[in-house]
Protein backbone atom coordinates (compact mmCIF):
# COMPACT_ATOMS: atom_id res chain seq x y z
CA UNK A 1 0.00 0.00 0.00
CA UNK A 2 2.97 2.26 1.06
CA UNK A 3 4.82 1.90 -2.49
CA UNK A 4 1.35 2.35 -4.31
CA UNK A 5 0.78 5.50 -2.42
CA UNK A 6 4.25 6.59 -3.32
CA UNK A 7 4.36 6.08 -6.79
CA UNK A 8 1.09 7.86 -7.35
CA UNK A 9 2.79 10.95 -5.28
CA UNK A 10 6.13 10.53 -7.42
CA UNK A 11 3.64 10.10 -10.76
CA UNK A 12 1.64 13.66 -9.49
CA UNK A 13 5.15 15.56 -8.49
CA UNK A 14 6.40 14.11 -12.24
CA UNK A 15 2.97 15.58 -13.98
CA UNK A 16 3.14 18.61 -11.79
CA UNK A 17 6.73 19.21 -12.50
CA UNK A 18 5.77 18.89 -16.38
CA UNK A 19 2.98 21.49 -15.91
CA UNK A 20 5.76 23.81 -14.21
CA UNK A 21 8.54 22.63 -16.93
CA UNK A 22 5.42 23.19 -20.33
CA UNK A 23 3.61 26.52 -18.48
CA UNK A 24 7.19 28.54 -18.17
CA UNK A 25 8.06 27.19 -21.77
CA UNK A 26 4.94 29.25 -22.86
CA UNK A 27 5.32 31.69 -20.90
CA UNK A 28 8.51 32.88 -22.25
CA UNK A 29 7.70 31.63 -25.97
CA UNK A 30 4.65 34.19 -25.74
CA UNK A 31 6.77 36.55 -23.95
CA UNK A 32 9.17 36.86 -26.66
CA UNK A 33 6.93 36.15 -29.61
CA UNK A 34 4.49 39.48 -28.23
CA UNK A 35 7.94 41.40 -27.78
CA UNK A 36 9.39 40.17 -31.27
CA UNK A 37 5.57 41.64 -32.66
CA UNK A 38 5.79 45.17 -30.73
CA UNK A 39 9.82 45.44 -32.30
CA UNK A 40 8.72 45.03 -35.51
CA UNK A 41 5.83 47.79 -34.87
CA UNK A 42 8.49 50.30 -33.71
CA UNK A 43 11.31 49.43 -36.42
CA UNK A 44 8.61 50.11 -38.91
CA UNK A 45 8.13 53.75 -37.60
CA UNK A 46 4.83 52.66 -36.40
CA UNK A 47 3.66 55.28 -33.60
CA UNK A 48 3.62 52.90 -30.05
CA UNK A 49 1.78 55.16 -27.94
CA UNK A 50 -1.69 56.65 -27.74
CA UNK A 51 -0.21 60.06 -27.22
CA UNK A 52 1.97 60.26 -30.38
CA UNK A 53 -1.35 60.06 -32.53
CA UNK A 54 -4.36 61.95 -30.34
CA UNK A 55 -5.33 65.16 -32.39
CA UNK A 56 -2.92 67.99 -30.56
CA UNK A 57 -5.41 70.67 -28.84
CA UNK A 58 -5.86 73.78 -31.43
CA UNK A 59 -6.84 77.12 -30.70
CA UNK A 60 -10.34 77.77 -30.22
CA UNK A 61 -10.77 80.09 -32.67
CA UNK A 62 -9.02 77.83 -35.07
CA UNK A 63 -11.44 74.79 -34.58
CA UNK A 64 -14.03 74.39 -36.66
CA UNK A 65 -15.81 70.95 -34.26
CA UNK A 66 -17.88 73.60 -32.06
CA UNK A 67 -19.33 75.42 -35.37
CA UNK A 68 -20.00 71.42 -36.47
CA UNK A 69 -21.62 70.78 -33.22
CA UNK A 70 -24.25 73.71 -33.21
CA UNK A 71 -25.07 72.95 -36.52
CA UNK A 72 -25.81 69.46 -36.19
CA UNK A 73 -27.63 70.08 -32.66
CA UNK A 74 -29.75 72.62 -34.19
CA UNK A 75 -31.24 70.21 -36.69
CA UNK A 76 -31.65 67.74 -34.18
CA UNK A 77 -34.07 70.19 -32.54
CA UNK A 78 -36.07 70.69 -34.65
CA UNK A 79 -38.76 69.24 -36.44
CA UNK A 80 -40.62 69.05 -39.28
CA UNK A 81 -44.10 67.90 -40.15
CA UNK A 82 -43.66 65.51 -36.90
CA UNK A 83 -40.02 64.62 -37.99
CA UNK A 84 -37.13 65.36 -36.34
CA UNK A 85 -35.32 67.96 -38.86
CA UNK A 86 -31.96 66.23 -39.36
CA UNK A 87 -33.88 63.01 -40.22
CA UNK A 88 -36.23 64.51 -42.71
CA UNK A 89 -32.97 66.23 -44.30
CA UNK A 90 -31.13 62.82 -44.41
CA UNK A 91 -34.31 61.75 -46.33
CA UNK A 92 -34.64 63.96 -48.50
CA UNK A 93 -31.20 64.35 -49.29
CA UNK A 94 -31.16 60.51 -49.95
CA UNK A 95 -34.30 60.34 -52.13
CA UNK A 96 -32.98 63.40 -54.52
CA UNK A 97 -29.83 62.08 -55.25
CA UNK A 98 -31.63 58.66 -56.08
CA UNK A 99 -33.77 60.50 -58.45
CA UNK A 100 -32.95 63.89 -59.48
CA UNK A 101 -35.61 63.94 -62.17
CA UNK A 102 -38.51 63.60 -60.07
CA UNK A 103 -40.51 66.71 -59.01
CA UNK A 104 -41.37 65.36 -56.04
CA UNK A 105 -38.31 64.48 -54.71
CA UNK A 106 -36.87 67.87 -55.61
CA UNK A 107 -40.01 69.81 -54.33
CA UNK A 108 -39.62 67.72 -50.71
CA UNK A 109 -35.84 68.48 -50.72
CA UNK A 110 -36.11 72.45 -51.78
CA UNK A 111 -38.71 72.57 -48.80
CA UNK A 112 -36.25 70.86 -45.93
CA UNK A 113 -33.58 73.06 -47.15
CA UNK A 114 -35.89 76.31 -46.86
CA UNK A 115 -36.45 75.45 -43.45
CA UNK A 116 -34.91 77.99 -41.26
CA UNK A 117 -33.27 75.98 -39.03
CA UNK A 118 -31.80 74.27 -41.78
CA UNK A 119 -30.37 77.43 -43.73
CA UNK A 120 -29.10 78.50 -40.17
CA UNK A 121 -27.01 75.18 -39.65
CA UNK A 122 -26.00 74.96 -43.18
CA UNK A 123 -24.36 78.64 -42.81
CA UNK A 124 -22.30 77.08 -39.64
CA UNK A 125 -21.13 74.40 -41.27
CA UNK A 126 -19.84 77.13 -44.36
CA UNK A 127 -18.16 78.37 -41.52
CA UNK A 128 -16.77 75.96 -39.74
CA UNK A 129 -15.33 74.48 -43.12
CA UNK A 130 -13.19 77.84 -43.80
CA UNK A 131 -11.42 77.16 -40.14
CA UNK A 132 -7.88 75.66 -40.52
CA UNK A 133 -8.64 73.29 -37.65
CA UNK A 134 -10.74 70.24 -36.67
CA UNK A 135 -11.15 68.64 -33.14
CA UNK A 136 -13.70 67.47 -31.02
CA UNK A 137 -11.50 66.30 -28.41
CA UNK A 138 -12.88 62.64 -28.17
CA UNK A 139 -11.92 60.25 -25.31
CA UNK A 140 -10.06 57.96 -26.69
CA UNK A 141 -9.24 56.36 -23.64
CA UNK A 142 -12.73 54.51 -23.58
CA UNK A 143 -11.62 52.14 -26.18
CA UNK A 144 -14.59 50.71 -27.59
CA UNK A 145 -17.06 52.59 -25.73
CA UNK A 146 -15.34 56.26 -27.39
CA UNK A 147 -18.37 57.93 -28.20
CA UNK A 148 -18.74 59.83 -31.72
CA UNK A 149 -22.03 61.44 -32.71
CA UNK A 150 -20.32 63.71 -34.59
CA UNK A 151 -19.96 61.40 -37.41
CA UNK A 152 -23.76 60.93 -38.14
CA UNK A 153 -23.89 64.42 -38.33
CA UNK A 154 -21.45 64.68 -40.40
CA UNK A 155 -23.23 62.15 -42.81
CA UNK A 156 -26.26 63.72 -42.79
CA UNK A 157 -24.88 66.97 -43.90
CA UNK A 158 -22.36 65.77 -46.32
CA UNK A 159 -25.58 64.18 -48.00
CA UNK A 160 -27.52 67.40 -48.41
CA UNK A 161 -24.29 69.24 -49.47
CA UNK A 162 -23.84 67.18 -52.43
CA UNK A 163 -27.71 67.26 -52.76
CA UNK A 164 -28.01 70.83 -52.53
CA UNK A 165 -25.37 71.27 -54.95
CA UNK A 166 -26.74 69.25 -57.54
CA UNK A 167 -30.02 70.89 -56.93
CA UNK A 168 -28.12 74.12 -57.45
CA UNK A 169 -26.90 73.10 -60.51
CA UNK A 170 -30.34 71.72 -62.23
CA UNK A 171 -31.67 75.08 -61.17
CA UNK A 172 -29.06 77.07 -63.59
CA UNK A 173 -26.80 78.05 -60.54
CA UNK A 174 -23.47 76.30 -61.69
CA UNK A 175 -22.03 79.07 -59.57
CA UNK A 176 -23.44 78.67 -55.76
CA UNK A 177 -22.75 74.54 -57.13
CA UNK A 178 -19.42 74.18 -57.09
CA UNK A 179 -18.79 76.31 -53.97
CA UNK A 180 -21.00 74.34 -51.68
CA UNK A 181 -19.24 71.04 -52.84
CA UNK A 182 -15.92 72.31 -51.45
CA UNK A 183 -17.68 73.37 -48.36
CA UNK A 184 -19.15 69.26 -48.22
CA UNK A 185 -15.01 68.23 -49.33
CA UNK A 186 -13.60 70.45 -46.52
CA UNK A 187 -15.90 68.79 -43.96
CA UNK A 188 -15.02 65.62 -45.38
CA UNK A 189 -11.19 66.52 -44.95
CA UNK A 190 -12.11 67.72 -41.24
CA UNK A 191 -11.99 64.11 -40.02
CA UNK A 192 -8.56 63.93 -41.22
CA UNK A 193 -6.67 63.80 -37.89
CA UNK A 194 -9.09 61.25 -36.25
CA UNK A 195 -7.49 58.43 -35.50
CA UNK A 196 -10.43 56.22 -35.68
CA UNK A 197 -11.42 53.29 -38.63
CA UNK A 198 -15.03 54.62 -38.63
CA UNK A 199 -13.78 58.66 -38.69
CA UNK A 200 -11.77 57.40 -41.94
CA UNK A 201 -14.96 55.14 -43.40
CA UNK A 202 -17.18 58.59 -42.77
CA UNK A 203 -14.47 60.37 -44.79
CA UNK A 204 -14.59 57.85 -47.37
CA UNK A 205 -18.25 58.36 -47.93
CA UNK A 206 -18.64 62.01 -47.77
CA UNK A 207 -16.07 62.39 -50.32
CA UNK A 208 -17.60 59.41 -52.91
CA UNK A 209 -21.12 61.47 -52.41
CA UNK A 210 -19.33 64.35 -53.16
CA UNK A 211 -17.28 62.96 -56.49
CA UNK A 212 -20.58 61.64 -57.85
CA UNK A 213 -21.83 65.18 -57.08
CA UNK A 214 -18.77 66.68 -59.03
CA UNK A 215 -19.25 64.31 -61.99
CA UNK A 216 -23.06 65.59 -62.68
CA UNK A 217 -22.62 68.84 -62.12
CA UNK A 218 -19.63 68.62 -64.27
CA UNK A 219 -22.21 67.59 -67.48
CA UNK A 220 -23.89 71.31 -66.88
CA UNK A 221 -21.72 73.39 -65.47
CA UNK A 222 -17.58 72.41 -66.23
CA UNK A 223 -15.61 74.45 -63.87
CA UNK A 224 -13.61 76.91 -64.81
CA UNK A 225 -9.86 76.44 -64.52
CA UNK A 226 -9.67 77.53 -60.89
CA UNK A 227 -12.20 75.65 -59.40
CA UNK A 228 -11.06 72.54 -61.09
CA UNK A 229 -7.55 73.47 -59.52
CA UNK A 230 -9.19 73.31 -56.18
CA UNK A 231 -10.87 70.11 -57.11
CA UNK A 232 -8.13 68.31 -58.13
CA UNK A 233 -6.57 69.50 -54.53
CA UNK A 234 -9.37 67.71 -53.03
CA UNK A 235 -9.11 64.76 -54.82
CA UNK A 236 -5.31 64.51 -54.31
CA UNK A 237 -6.00 64.23 -50.96
CA UNK A 238 -8.54 61.58 -50.65
CA UNK A 239 -6.25 59.37 -52.86
CA UNK A 240 -3.54 59.30 -50.41
CA UNK A 241 -3.07 56.51 -47.63
CA UNK A 242 -2.09 58.12 -44.86
CA UNK A 243 -5.32 58.69 -42.96
CA UNK A 244 -6.19 54.91 -43.46
CA UNK A 245 -3.06 54.60 -42.10
CA UNK A 246 -3.37 56.51 -38.69
CA UNK A 247 -6.78 55.27 -38.51
CA UNK A 248 -5.38 51.51 -38.29
CA UNK A 249 -2.75 52.88 -36.00
CA UNK A 250 -5.88 54.41 -33.43
CA UNK A 251 -7.60 50.73 -33.67
CA UNK A 252 -4.34 48.89 -32.34
CA UNK A 253 -3.42 51.74 -29.88
CA UNK A 254 -7.43 52.95 -29.01
CA UNK A 255 -9.14 49.54 -29.31
CA UNK A 256 -6.29 46.45 -29.19
CA UNK A 257 -4.28 47.88 -26.13
CA UNK A 258 -7.55 48.54 -24.44
CA UNK A 259 -8.70 44.65 -25.26
CA UNK A 260 -5.96 42.70 -24.09
CA UNK A 261 -5.60 44.89 -20.82
CA UNK A 262 -9.38 44.87 -20.08
CA UNK A 263 -10.16 41.51 -20.93
CA UNK A 264 -7.67 39.82 -18.06
CA UNK A 265 -10.09 41.13 -15.45
CA UNK A 266 -13.47 40.57 -16.79
CA UNK A 267 -15.50 37.78 -15.76
CA UNK A 268 -17.50 35.40 -17.84
CA UNK A 269 -20.80 37.00 -17.94
CA UNK A 270 -18.77 40.36 -19.43
CA UNK A 271 -17.75 38.07 -22.17
CA UNK A 272 -21.03 36.92 -22.32
CA UNK A 273 -22.77 39.72 -22.85
CA UNK A 274 -20.17 41.66 -25.09
CA UNK A 275 -20.40 38.78 -27.78
CA UNK A 276 -24.53 39.15 -27.40
CA UNK A 277 -25.22 35.92 -25.57
CA UNK A 278 -27.20 35.20 -22.55
CA UNK A 279 -27.75 32.50 -19.87
CA UNK A 280 -25.28 29.97 -19.04
CA UNK A 281 -22.41 28.81 -21.66
CA UNK A 282 -19.98 26.18 -21.27
CA UNK A 283 -17.63 27.80 -24.31
CA UNK A 284 -17.72 31.23 -22.92
CA UNK A 285 -16.72 29.61 -19.44
CA UNK A 286 -13.63 27.53 -21.40
CA UNK A 287 -12.90 31.33 -23.12
CA UNK A 288 -12.61 33.32 -19.62
CA UNK A 289 -10.36 30.77 -18.27
CA UNK A 290 -8.47 31.05 -21.40
CA UNK A 291 -7.95 34.40 -21.20
CA UNK A 292 -6.82 34.55 -17.90
CA UNK A 293 -3.70 31.85 -19.03
CA UNK A 294 -0.92 34.52 -19.22
CA UNK A 295 0.67 32.55 -22.44
CA UNK A 296 -2.32 31.83 -24.35
CA UNK A 297 -3.18 35.99 -23.67
CA UNK A 298 0.83 36.62 -24.50
CA UNK A 299 -0.03 34.74 -27.58
CA UNK A 300 -2.47 36.16 -28.91
CA UNK A 301 -1.75 39.54 -28.15
CA UNK A 302 1.14 38.97 -30.63
CA UNK A 303 -0.93 37.55 -33.11
CA UNK A 304 -3.09 40.86 -32.94
CA UNK A 305 0.15 43.35 -33.62
CA UNK A 306 1.09 40.62 -35.95
CA UNK A 307 -2.21 40.82 -38.19
CA UNK A 308 -2.30 45.03 -37.57
CA UNK A 309 0.93 45.40 -38.75
CA UNK A 310 0.15 43.06 -41.48
CA UNK A 311 -2.61 45.10 -42.92
CA UNK A 312 -0.40 48.74 -42.40
CA UNK A 313 2.30 46.98 -44.60
CA UNK A 314 -0.31 45.91 -46.97
CA UNK A 315 -2.03 49.41 -46.77
CA UNK A 316 1.53 50.90 -48.37
CA UNK A 317 1.28 48.71 -51.91
CA UNK A 318 -0.59 48.84 -54.74
CA UNK A 319 -3.88 46.88 -54.67
CA UNK A 320 -3.07 45.53 -57.37
CA UNK A 321 0.14 44.08 -56.30
CA UNK A 322 -1.59 42.17 -52.69
CA UNK A 323 -5.08 41.87 -53.43
CA UNK A 324 -8.13 41.99 -51.59
CA UNK A 325 -7.52 39.50 -48.34
CA UNK A 326 -5.34 40.61 -45.85
CA UNK A 327 -1.90 38.74 -44.59
CA UNK A 328 -3.50 35.52 -46.02
CA UNK A 329 -0.44 33.87 -44.52
CA UNK A 330 -1.86 34.73 -40.80
CA UNK A 331 -3.89 31.94 -39.74
CA UNK A 332 -5.99 32.21 -36.98
CA UNK A 333 -5.15 29.21 -33.91
CA UNK A 334 -7.68 28.11 -31.35
CA UNK A 335 -6.15 30.24 -28.58
CA UNK A 336 -6.83 33.78 -30.12
CA UNK A 337 -9.91 34.70 -28.70
CA UNK A 338 -9.49 38.66 -28.38
CA UNK A 339 -7.94 38.66 -31.71
CA UNK A 340 -10.89 36.78 -33.70
CA UNK A 341 -13.58 39.55 -31.65
CA UNK A 342 -11.95 42.68 -31.92
CA UNK A 343 -9.80 42.42 -35.04
CA UNK A 344 -11.82 44.74 -37.35
CA UNK A 345 -13.26 43.85 -40.94
CA UNK A 346 -9.70 45.46 -42.10
CA UNK A 347 -9.92 43.98 -46.06
CA UNK A 348 -13.73 45.61 -46.91
CA UNK A 349 -12.26 48.78 -44.96
CA UNK A 350 -9.23 48.92 -47.76
CA UNK A 351 -10.86 48.14 -50.57
CA UNK A 352 -13.17 50.91 -50.04
CA UNK A 353 -10.33 52.95 -49.26
CA UNK A 354 -9.25 52.12 -53.16
CA UNK A 355 -12.79 52.34 -54.36
CA UNK A 356 -12.52 55.90 -53.48
CA UNK A 357 -8.78 56.28 -54.89
CA UNK A 358 -10.62 54.89 -58.24
CA UNK A 359 -13.36 57.35 -58.13
CA UNK A 360 -10.84 60.24 -57.32
CA UNK A 361 -8.81 59.31 -60.26
CA UNK A 362 -12.09 58.83 -62.55
CA UNK A 363 -13.43 62.20 -61.87
CA UNK A 364 -9.88 64.24 -61.99
CA UNK A 365 -9.00 62.51 -65.22
CA UNK A 366 -12.71 63.33 -66.21
CA UNK A 367 -11.82 67.13 -65.90
CA UNK A 368 -8.80 66.99 -67.60
CA UNK A 369 -10.46 65.76 -70.37
CA UNK A 370 -13.48 68.53 -70.04
CA UNK A 371 -10.33 71.17 -69.67
CA UNK A 372 -8.64 69.78 -72.86
CA UNK A 373 -12.28 69.82 -74.57
CA UNK A 374 -12.49 73.86 -73.89
CA UNK A 375 -8.89 74.37 -74.87
CA UNK A 376 -8.93 72.20 -78.01
CA UNK A 377 -12.29 71.95 -79.34
CA UNK A 378 -12.77 68.07 -78.77
CA UNK A 379 -11.85 65.41 -76.13
CA UNK A 380 -8.35 63.44 -77.20
CA UNK A 381 -8.48 60.23 -79.08
CA UNK A 382 -6.71 58.49 -76.08
CA UNK A 383 -5.88 59.24 -72.67
CA UNK A 384 -2.17 59.60 -74.26
CA UNK A 385 -3.13 62.49 -76.44
CA UNK A 386 -4.52 64.79 -73.30
CA UNK A 387 -2.71 68.33 -73.23
CA UNK A 388 -0.41 67.32 -70.28
CA UNK A 389 -0.68 70.98 -68.50
CA UNK A 390 -4.52 70.15 -67.52
CA UNK A 391 -3.20 66.41 -66.06
CA UNK A 392 0.54 65.92 -66.31
CA UNK A 393 0.92 62.46 -65.41
CA UNK A 394 -2.28 60.43 -65.58
CA UNK A 395 -3.46 57.92 -62.59
CA UNK A 396 -3.68 54.41 -63.25
CA UNK A 397 -6.16 51.94 -62.07
CA UNK A 398 -5.71 51.49 -58.66
CA UNK A 399 -7.32 48.15 -59.08
CA UNK A 400 -5.25 47.02 -61.91
CA UNK A 401 -2.18 48.96 -62.40
CA UNK A 402 -3.87 49.41 -65.78
CA UNK A 403 -4.22 52.84 -67.66
CA UNK A 404 -7.86 54.02 -67.20
CA UNK A 405 -10.20 52.70 -69.29
CA UNK A 406 -11.38 55.64 -71.68
CA UNK A 407 -12.87 56.19 -75.14
CA UNK A 408 -14.81 59.14 -76.74
CA UNK A 409 -18.62 58.54 -77.39
CA UNK A 410 -20.49 60.56 -79.43
CA UNK A 411 -20.34 63.96 -78.49
CA UNK A 412 -18.96 62.64 -74.68
CA UNK A 413 -16.44 60.02 -73.28
CA UNK A 414 -16.44 56.91 -71.49
CA UNK A 415 -13.88 56.48 -68.76
CA UNK A 416 -13.67 54.33 -65.45
CA UNK A 417 -12.14 52.13 -63.37
CA UNK A 418 -12.19 47.97 -63.75
CA UNK A 419 -13.16 48.12 -59.95
CA UNK A 420 -13.27 45.23 -57.28
CA UNK A 421 -14.14 42.49 -59.98
CA UNK A 422 -10.73 43.58 -61.85
CA UNK A 423 -13.19 42.18 -65.04
CA UNK A 424 -13.93 45.49 -67.67
CA UNK A 425 -18.04 45.23 -67.70
CA UNK A 426 -17.74 47.32 -70.86
CA UNK A 427 -18.39 50.41 -68.61
CA UNK A 428 -21.46 49.08 -66.54
CA UNK A 429 -22.55 51.34 -63.80
CA UNK A 430 -23.18 50.14 -60.27
CA UNK A 431 -26.85 49.05 -59.50
CA UNK A 432 -28.79 47.40 -57.24
CA UNK A 433 -28.91 44.43 -59.45
CA UNK A 434 -25.10 44.30 -59.22
CA UNK A 435 -23.79 45.26 -56.41
CA UNK A 436 -23.48 42.26 -54.66
CA UNK A 437 -21.89 40.57 -57.70
CA UNK A 438 -19.13 43.59 -58.07
CA UNK A 439 -19.97 42.97 -62.16
CA UNK A 440 -19.77 46.68 -62.39
CA UNK A 441 -17.10 49.18 -63.27
CA UNK A 442 -16.54 52.97 -61.35
CA UNK A 443 -17.68 55.10 -64.35
CA UNK A 444 -18.02 58.49 -65.56
CA UNK A 445 -20.31 58.75 -69.06
CA UNK A 446 -19.88 62.40 -69.99
CA UNK A 447 -23.03 62.97 -72.88
CA UNK A 448 -21.23 66.05 -74.48
Known sequence: ?????????????????????????????????????????????????????????????????PLYESAFALLKSETLD?????????????????????????????????????????????????????????????????????????????????????????????????????????????????????????????????????????????PDDETTAHLA??????????????????ERLFYGEWAFQKFPVWNSNEILSLLGGGGPNCGIWLMDLLLRYRPARQADYA??????????????????????????????PWYSAITRLILPALSPARTRMVMLQANARVTRTGLALIRHKTAHGAYPATLADLDPQFLPDIPPDPFTGQPLVYRPEGDGFVLYSLGENHTDDGGTEETKDNRDSKSFDIVWRMPR
Open 233 to 250: DWMNAADYISHYLLALDG
Open 82 to 222: GKDLIHALSTAAREFLAEPESDEKRETLEAVLAHPATVQALDLVAQAATRPGCNFNLQYDLGPMLMMPHVNGMLTVGRSLSARALLEARQGAGNQAWPTLETNLRMADALRDEPALISTLVRVALHQNSLASVRRIAEEFP
Open 303 to 332: LYLRSMHAAAQQAQQPYWETGRQLAPDLEF
Open 1 to 65: MKTLTLRLVKILAGLVVTLLVLHTVLLVASGLALRNARNELRAAGRPMAPEDIIPKDIPASDNAA
